[in-house]
């Protein structure tokens, strides 16, 4: 039962470069989230989609992309990264909307160092 | 704009004595009110969650408890033990919002032996 996978869990970046952090989920969720999370902070949401091929926004957008071709699949690219963007990110998945009381079941992590 | 504030960011305690973490949220029209523990190296994961229309819910050792009107929330762990020792997320949301689930900063608990 492998839940919401992330891919990788390490990387190192320097300054400039891109690179796609890889997201799948086997629970059929429709619900799809990226978070943030900073040194001593809560999880900042900076993209989701409510299906395939329909995404959103979220608080801190600026700097990522992302594309939801399946309902399995939610990739978050990074274009140019920036030393702000030195963070830990987590794919989440949910059944319904978090705020409506679906749980997200979150991925493991993806710790992302940029130089 | 909307936030949740978490307090104590470090908590220590006694195996066998009680943990409280205390959240405050300012979006008075959130409803619903999440929290997850995180251990090291995992995703948070949800461990108990309450909504605007009760005041308290209980699930074995763990309980929450919310004031509607004070806009503040709190988790209870009773009876600690050491695999309680994680990183512990408060939250808050619209009923209806998909995307505005406000998250708390965070109270890493340890627990003594």
């Known amino acids: 039962n492998a839940g919401v996978t992330q891919t990788p869990k390490f990387r190192i970046l320097k300054i400039g470069q891109s690179m796609t952090l890889q997201c799948t989920q086997d629970?059929?969720?429709?619900?799809m989230y990226w978070y943030r999370q900073d040194p001593g902070m809560g999880l900042k949401l900076i993209y989701y989609?409510?299906?395939?091929?329909?995404?959103d926004k979220g608080e801190v957008p600026n700097g990522y992309n992302v594309s939801r071709s399946t309902t399995e699949d939610f990739p978050l690219r990074l274009e140019l990264a920036a030393p702000s963007q030195t963070s830990v990110y987590f794919c989440?998945?949910?059944?319904?909307?978090?705020?409506?009381?679906?749980?997200?079941?979150f991925g493991q992590g993806t710790r992302l160092t940029v130089v | 704009g909307e936030n949740v504030e978490q307090h104590p960011s470090t908590l220590s305690v006694q195996e066998g004595d009680s943990a409280v973490i205390k959240c405050t949220y300012s979006?008075?029209?959130?409803?619903?009110f999440p929290w997850y523990k995180q251990e090291l190296g995992k995703g948070p994961q949800l461990i108990i969650d309450?909504?605007?229309?009760?005041g308290e819910k209980k699930d074995q050792r763990i309980a929450v408890t919310l004031n509607k009107t004070a806009k503040h929330f709190s988790l209870h762990i009773t009876e600690t033990q050491p695999e309680d020792s994680a990183v512990y997320f408060c939250?808050?949301?619209?009923?209806?919002?998909?995307?505005?689930?406000?998250f708390g900063s965070g109270t890493r608990l340890s627990i003594r032996p």
């Open positions: 989440a998945s949910s059944p319904i909307r978090t705020g409506t009381g679906g749980e997200a079941f």
């Open positions: 629970m059929n969720h429709n619900y």
């Open positions: 989609s409510v299906g395939a091929g329909i995404t």
């Open positions: 979006d008075s029209a959130s409803n619903y």
């Open positions: 309450i909504r605007s229309n009760v």
């Open positions: 939250a808050a949301s619209r009923y209806s919002s998909a995307s505005k689930i406000i």
